[in-house]
């Protein structure tokens, strides 16, 4: 159980596009997902936490106007990248807190999407 | 406020050698704390954690952890280490109300 698939896994696109990636809770309901970059060799920066119905919340620094977050269902959250730059490139891995498990703040992962901006 | 620090960005040991990656944190409240793996272009997989009761903590592949709260660690041990150990893993911090934080992660070689 607890299983969260992001889509897709890599893309690539021109610089100035805008890309959109999904997070989706398989076997449960999400009310809080997260979105994180990990650059090369570094470890995970959390950019926004997602709430399901409300406005996310944006880690100090992170763009909410480029780094656009929905979270319109309990299974679905989506990251979009708008006017993508080569800085942009990065893995981009979210997770989700499953509200039924257990309340000890336990997130569970996806496997995270690669993007390069060309 | 919660935070990690994992000491050592990268540890090599021999196949079949004990494996430890060590991990501190810092909590105002007692923490749940996580040890996650990662292998390459790869999402996070959970290795064990900590939340009440047993100190020493029994993970997948063979890893522990023990939670000690007088030095404030949670290392992360496995007796004999594989090839296929070899990854990144992460320590993490969460207590009530907060969210997870990551150390700087440990990337673990393992020479044959």
């Known amino acids: 159980g607890a299983v969260v698939s992001q889509h897709p896994s890599w893309v690539i696109c021109k610089s100035g596009t805008s890309v959109k990636i999904e997070c989706r809770s398989l076997?449960?309901?999400?009310?809080?997902m997260f979105w994180y970059r990990q650059f090369p060799k570094q470890s995970l920066m959390l950019m926004a936490t997602?709430?399901?119905?409300?406005?996310?919340?944006?880690e100090q620094g992170v763009e909410k106007d480029k780094f656009l977050i929905n979270h319109a269902s309990l299974t679905l959250s989506t990251l979009t990248v708008t006017s993508a730059h080569p800085e942009d490139s990065s893995f981009y891995i979210c997770?989700?807190?499953?509200?039924?498990?257990?309340?000890?703040?336990?997130?569970?992962f996806g496997p995270g999407t690669r993007l390069t901006v060309l | 406020a919660q935070s990690v620090t994992q000491l050592g960005s990268h540890v090599s040991v021999s196949e079949g050698a004990l494996v430890l990656l060590r991990c501190n944190y810092s909590s105002s409240v007692p923490p749940y704390l996580f040890w996650y793996v990662q292998y390459p272009n790869q999402g996070l997989q959970l290795l064990l954690k900590y939340t009440t009761g047993a100190t020493l903590v029994k993970g997948i592949n063979g890893f522990e952890a023990e939670f000690k709260k007088s030095e404030t660690s949670f290392h992360l041990t496995k007796p004999s280490a594989h090839m296929s150990d070899a990854a990144e893993y992460f320590c993490a911090v969460s207590d009530p109300g907060n969210d997870m934080r990551f150390g700087a992660g440990t990337r673990l070689t393992v020479k044959p």
């Open positions: 997602s709430n399901e119905g409300s406005k996310a919340t944006y």
């Open positions: 076997d449960f309901q999400a009310t809080t």
């Open positions: 997770s989700a807190r499953d509200p039924g498990g257990s309340s000890y703040n336990e997130q569970f």
